[in-house]
Nanobody, 118 residues
Framework: QLQASGGGLVQPGGSLRLACVAS????????MGWYRQAPGKERELVAS???????SYAGSGKGRFTISRDNAKNTMYLQMNNLKPEDTAVYYC??????????????WGQGTQVTVSS
């Protein structure tokens, strides 16, 4: 199970930090990522991070967003700076890995709303 938090209303130029906590019978989490979906648009990748903390960013967030993770806490973060109105969307976290029984998991969080407006 993934639980995302940290969204809210922020003015243009402001910052938010999203968090995603994975819980349950998790043996290991491999790739994690943040996606977003704006009204009337398809869900898109924002950033991803591998278990070794290597990262990849979509063009929209490069230079403004930073993805990170704490493997000991099964938690992933997205620091978003210099937010723009076009960043307004529901942000979802995603994770893939192994559960304690050895099988794979592929899970989505419930989403957290980010609204950038003056």
């Amino acid at each position: 199970q993934l639980q995302a938090s940290g969204g809210g209303l922020v003015q243009p130029g402001g910052s938010l930090r999203l968090a995603c906590v994975a819980s349950g019978s998790i043996f290991a989490i491999n790739d994690m990522g943040w996606y977003r979906q704006a009204p009337g648009k398809e869900r898109e990748l924002v950033a991803s991070i591998a278990r070794d903390s290597s990262t990849s960013y979509a063009g929209s967030g490069k230079g403004r967003f930073t993805i990170s993770r704490d493997n000991a806490k099964n938690t992933m973060y997205l620091q978003m700076n210099n937010l723009k109105p076009e960043d307004t969307a529901v942000y979802y976290c995603h994770a893939m890995g192994l559960v304690n029984t050895g099988g794979p998991f592929n899970s989505w969080g419930q989403g957290t709303q980010v609204t950038v407006s003056s």
